[in-house]
């Protein structure tokens, strides 16, 4: 076959037009965003701005959520700045530390969970400006509202409970995708409680080495407009993912060293002490899924764990397993992390780089794998075995299922037994408990239940009381009937526990 035209090298032009990227864009940015992933985002921003608090703060107006906003009391922004903050792709001069990249992080984090963003801003020096983008698709071309003075001043004016020299910034969502459309009380509190936890288990992961160095402290809390109240403050802590107290095996953690060109890479290889119960090893879902690396980019973890890229496999008997890693300075080829930072992308030779890691006495990745399997297989071996039980159900916090699942083999071909909190009729009202075998339920006394650290309240509070009904009670709901013995126990425990919690209601 003959071409009728021989193929060119170059592609000749005749100019160039401008092609204005169409509104309907914003629907697509941070997709990958959850709430916890967007606000820490937006914390980073407060960070890059040198901000020493941020409030995260939920507003609840007729019973529903309606807004939500994270105040910082940074350096704040001057008009020109903040038209760069709310460009798509504006990117300002990022410092050497900064946390910020790409230029889409306000805009995406927004726009992933809200229909509208407004950032308001003082910076020494400038008068309070405000801008308002708001995804619309019948609204053409980019245009951002230039929000009122007056508005962003009084706004800023107000009492967010932070520390305050005048300057900072907020941002504020409205018509948020993800609040309950309802203002059912249960509900809403439940969506709170649970959100707060996400966020606070969330940002104090990735940010711990952050808050340790004491450069930010970060705190949440939802506003009643119709009371003009504020509720109880939670605070972010830092949670570790390698802060263990006591080595898990002697000699780590140890740095495995690999070269790449000129450039060093660190592999801080760590061992976690087996059975821990501490928040930092179990980390919400479990420590199997956290084994593997942690990726770190000028001190915020952008990815905790959950695979070994290539490296390894994940398996059970690696869970205690866990490598910090710093990308500070390596190239995109080798290790790049995602907009929404919260995952890296390894390039084809990470694997190979890491294989030739070794510390200074030659330990190599593969004695460090064997080192982490044998802690654990020698921790499963127990000296004799424990009575299976029937399985948590509802009621129970995920990490208080698993702990109890890590030590108890189960009867998982039983239905699990459900705690749940509910009104006692008058002739029972001084009960703690009643045992409910038919349908496997342990119902505990809505008058005695015990207020959470947060002031609120979920189906799975109360961890500490419930494993101890649940190690006390679980008998009664074993067997046909209940034995003479089991029925004098739960007299004994309802007597003893009505007492206890009468006398603590008392005080």
């Known amino acids: 076959m003959t071409l009728s ?44 701005a040198g901000a020493s608090h941020v409030l995260i703060r939920f507003v609840r107006k007729h019973g529903r959520l309606r807004g939500l ?4 009391n940074g350096k704040g922004m001057s008009d020109s700045a903040i038209n760069v903050a709310m460009t798509l792709g504006g990117r300002r001069e990022y410092a050497a530390k900064d946390l910020g990249s790409f230029g889409v992080g306000l805009k995406a984090a927004s726009f992933s969970n809200a229909k509208a963003v407004t950032v308001l801003s003082r910076t020494a020096g400038h008068a309070p400006v405000g801008r308002r983008l708001e995804a619309d698709p019948n609204k053409r071309g980019f245009h951002c509202d230039v929000v009122a003075e007056t508005f962003a001043k009084a706004e800023l004016s107000r009492r967010w409970g932070i520390p305050w020299s005048g300057t900072g910034t907020i941002v504020r ?48 809390d939802v506003e009643d407009v119709d009371q003009g109240l504020v509720g109880p403050r939670s605070r972010v802590d830092s949670i570790d993912p390698f802060g263990y107290t006591k080595t898990g095996k002697a000699g780590y953690p140890r740095n495995l060293l690999a070269r790449h060109g000129d450039l060093s890479v660190v592999f801080s290889c760590h061992i976690w002490p087996p059975r821990s119960r501490m928040p930092e090893f179990n980390l919400v879902t479990g420590a199997e899924k956290h084994q593997g690396l942690y990726f770190y980019r000028r001190d915020r973890l952008l990815q905790a764990g959950g695979s070994w890229d290539g490296v390894s496999v994940s398996a059970r008997e690696r869970q205690l397993a ?7 300075g390596l190239p995109p080829a080798l290790a790049a992390m995602n907009p929404e930072k919260s ?16 510390a ?50 189960m009867q998982d071909h039983q239905v699990p037994i459900t705690m749940r909190w509910t009104r006692f009729d008058r002739a029972h009202r001084d009960d703690f408990f009643r045992v409910d075998r038919a349908d496997r339920v342990l119902l505990l006394n809505e008058r005695f239940r015990p207020l959470a650290k947060s002031g609120r309240r979920g189906a799975n509070d109360a961890a500490l009381l419930k494993s101890v009904l649940y190690l006390l009670m679980e008998q009664a709901f074993t067997g046909e009937y209940l034995g003479v013995r089991d029925r004098d126990n739960i007299d004994l425990w309802q007597e003893v526990l009505s007492t206890a919690a009468k006398v603590d209601a008392s005080e």
Request: glycine letters at 6%.
């Open 5 to 48: 035209q021989v193929w060119q090298e170059q592609v000749p032009v005749d100019g160039t037009i401008e092609l204005p990227p169409d509104r309907r864009a914003l629907d697509g940015l941070g997709r990958n965003h959850s709430l916890p992933t967007a606000l820490a985002d937006l914390v980073d921003n407060s960070i890059d």
């Open 173 to 220: 969502w409205d018509e948020v995708f993800g609040f309950p459309a309802t203002n059912d009380p249960a509900r809403v509190e439940e969506f709170i409680t649970r959100s707060m936890t996400e966020i606070i288990n969330h940002l104090g992961l990735i940010l711990h080495r952050i808050i340790d160095q004491g450069r930010i402290a970060i705190a949440l």
């Open 343 to 358: 995952r890296v992308q390894v390039g084809p030779d990470f694997a190979t780089l890491a294989a030739s890691a070794a």
């Open 69 to 72: 906003y994270v105040v910082d």
């Open 322 to 328: 866990r490598v910090e890693v710093d990308i500070d």
């Open 360 to 409: 200074d006495d030659g330990t190599a990745f593969v004695d460090y794998l064997t080192d982490a399997e044998e802690r654990f297989k020698a921790s499963r071996k127990r000296r004799r075995a424990r009575k299976a039980m029937i399985p948590p159900g509802r009621g129970f916090a995920p990490q208080l299922k698993r702990a109890i699942r890590d030590e108890i083999p």
